[in-house]
Nanobody, 127 residues
């Protein structure tokens, strides 16, 4: 099993940047492919980005492509989401998630593929 704790959320003006972190427990972190999701009030949880076990493969939802970057440091058991050029529509609770599967197994954009979730961190972008 793995436990996940997100940090780095906050209030930022449109056009600003934030860096989210997700720290994982356990010694097998590198065996998990990882994802970031977000959920705005009244909306379903939405895929944001995913990364393979090694970090060599990533994918993004179209709305954040070119603005957000997902990365991981397996030595630190941590993944990151660098968010630049933030927009008010990026406002949501952001969750990291882990699955004990290779990146190309199943659909890494689908929340149900992930067995482990953090508690979330709030990101608010003001206009």
């Amino acid at each position: 099993q793995v436990q996940l704790v997100e940090s780095g959320g906050g209030l930022v003006q449109a056009g600003g940047s934030l860096r989210l972190s997700c720290a994982a427990s356990g010694r097998t972190f590198s065996s998990y492919s990882m994802g970031w999701f977000r959920q705005a009030p009244g909306k379903e949880r939405e895929f944001v980005a995913a990364i393979s076990r090694s970090g060599g493969t990533t994918s993004y939802v179209d709305s954040v492509e070119g603005r957000f970057t997902i990365s991981r440091d397996n030595a630190k058991n941590t993944i990151y989401l660098q968010m630049n050029s933030l927009k008010p529509e990026d406002t949501a609770v952001y969750f990291c998630a882990a699955r004990d599967q290779p990146y190309y197994n199943g659909n890494p954009r689908r929340p149900l593929e992930y067995a482990y979730w953090g508690q979330g961190t709030q990101v608010t972008v003001s206009s």
